[in-house]
């Protein structure tokens, strides 16, 4: 049976990701100071003007202004409205209410006498989901892969100035076609790039299959019959927080698996680890990447459950889509075997206090090595359930 499957990524320029990389930013310069912070920073750009939201307690001293205008001078907007110097900053943060912190300082367990680990209980209720399969290296699915490092390169090609009419923002999407569950080739490239004036769509559209889409996806997957998709309206000069507004958290999708499993619904940015809607689902890709590299399946979906100031999850669900060696209830019982998953665990294995934060932004938080849920030091261990 063949079938099509599409996902998209953003560039760092792209309104909601300008307010995911602020958002991020200021969380690394709190926890930087103070690593015991707890943050839940939202951003909102429109047209000339940034809000910066949200709830911080901290002992950190931070420029919330300063961090955001650093961040638009890098990202690239220097000229317009929404130029870093010129645009309207807004920083509306208050502490942490007292009600959320009763649970995040001791856990339910913890208060009837727990462990060391029981101390902190889970910042907020709710459901996150791990997932992994063989379809690449990254052990990721291919579309959003594709689709990410097409955005990747759009920015490269702007950084080094390659193409001299690029401009940050810019939308990639990439539909690949399925025999069963093998990829064997892709059927759409849609890439939306903003640009300068000078320049003609017909170069546009030249150097955006040449040095964009054929530099990136495999020729092998490439044919005569793949369709490309550029400035698909003939136009994007105004882009960014000029063009369209942006919002912290509103690229969930974008941000892990390119819709091939489900999401919790918690975005990431912005949010200290206590914030399960984070670290949880940072463990759950961990989970799930170690046990599809050990070989107890090819593909594996992983969904946890947190009740707000309980530590412990309330539930732990897999669905392996029938690759699994063992049976799906036999590896939800090694995942809580092997893995701690109440949150003071989390932060500590993953070291989830460190500054780490502005760097998964954009371009996905999973799938690169940099990061320590990508580590597969469980791999080995794992196989005995074979």
Known sequence: ?????????????????????????????????????????????AYNTLFITGEVTTRAMVDYEAVARRVIKEIGYHAGDFAYDKCNVIALVHAQSPDIALGVDSSLENRAGGEASDLIGAGDQGMMFGYACRETDELMPLPIVLAHKLAFRLAQLRKEKLVDYLRPDGKTQVTVEYEGKTPVRVDAVVISAQHNTHVTHEQIERDMIEFVA?????????????????????RFEIGGPEGDSGLTGRKIVVDTYGGRC?????????????????????????????????????????????????????????????TGKLSDD?????????????????????????????????????????????????????????
């Not at 990136?216 to 998709?229: M, Q, R, S, W």
């Not at 399946?297 to 100031?309: F, K, N, P, R």
């Not at 999973?366 to 990508?374: C, N």
Request: aromatic content about 10%; proline content about 5%; some cysteine.
């Open 1 to 45: 049976m063949r079938r099509f499957f599409t996902s998209e990524s953003v560039t760092e320029g792209h309104p909601d990701k300008v307010c995911d990389r602020i958002s991020d930013s200021i969380l690394d310069e709190l926890l930087r100071q103070d690593p015991a912070t707890r943050a839940a920073v939202e951003c909102c750009a």
């Open 214 to 234: 054929k530099a990136v996806i495999p020729a092998e997957l490439l044919d005569e019959n793949t369709k490309y998709f550029i400035n698909p309206t003939g």
């Open 262 to 322: 489900p999401h919790g619904g918690g975005a990431f940015s912005g949010k200290d680890p206590t914030k399960v809607d984070r670290s949880a689902a940072y463990m759950a890709r961990y989970i799930c990447k170690n046990m599809v590299a050990a070989g107890l399946a090819d593909e594996m979906e992983l969904q946890v459950a947190y009740a707000i100031g309980v530590a412990r999850p309330v539930s732990v669900f897999v669905d392996t889509f029938g």
């Open 330 to 386: 036999k590896i939800a019982e090694v995942v809580k075997k092997e893995f701690d998953l109440r949150p003071a665990a989390i932060i500590k294995k993953l070291g989830l206090r460190a500054p780490i934060y502005a760097k998964t932004s954009s371009y996905g938080h999973f799938g690169r090595d940099a990061y320590p849920w990508e580590a597969l030091d469980r791999t080995a261990d794992l196989k005995k359930y074979l």
